[in-house]
């Protein structure tokens, strides 16, 4: 969570992120958002549901549940939703990251053909990220 914190941005459209993971491949998230102040903190629960497929489809699958009062906040996460970096994009309950654009955008995109395998799940207090690759 530190990490995150020192990670977003001066004009993210985020003011504070703190992630718990939890058994299952769920994640507990906790979104303050910046704009409109007034706004409680959001909680959700991401489910990873989709595995990146290398190297035809790079992008990993998170749904998104458990979000209380999703109609009463629904313009202020569509603002949210057109203000994510490249690569990852919020399609109402599914977030896709792309770790092809992603990459990319911070200037990493050869890093990816490296790796031929990329495998992320959950436990309790922990993200595991497991990574195969191959040096050309």
Do not use: C, M, W
Not at 6 to 32: E, M, N, T, W, Y
Not at 43 to 54: D, F, G, K, S, Y
Request: glycine residues 8%; positive net charge.
């Amino acid at each position: 969570n530190a990490f995150i914190s020192v990670s977003l941005p001066p004009r993210a459209p985020v003011r504070h992120l703190s992630v718990h993971p939890q058994s299952g491949d769920r994640i507990r998230v906790r979104a303050k958002l910046a704009r409109p102040e007034f706004l409680p903190p959001i909680n959700a629960t991401v489910v990873i549901e989709r595995q990146p497929q290398l190297p035809q489809s790079p992008t990993l699958g998170l749904r998104i549940t458990g979000l209380a009062g999703l109609v009463a906040l629904a313009g202020p996460v569509a603002s949210l939703a057109a203000k994510l970096p490249r690569g990852i994009r919020l399609d109402g309950d599914l977030l896709t990251v792309d770790f092809r654009e992603a990459l990319a955008e911070r200037g990493y995109e050869d890093l990816l053909r490296l790796v031929q395998r990329v495998v992320v799940h959950s436990e309790e207090g922990r993200v595991l990220i497991e990574l195969e690759g191959a040096v050309a």
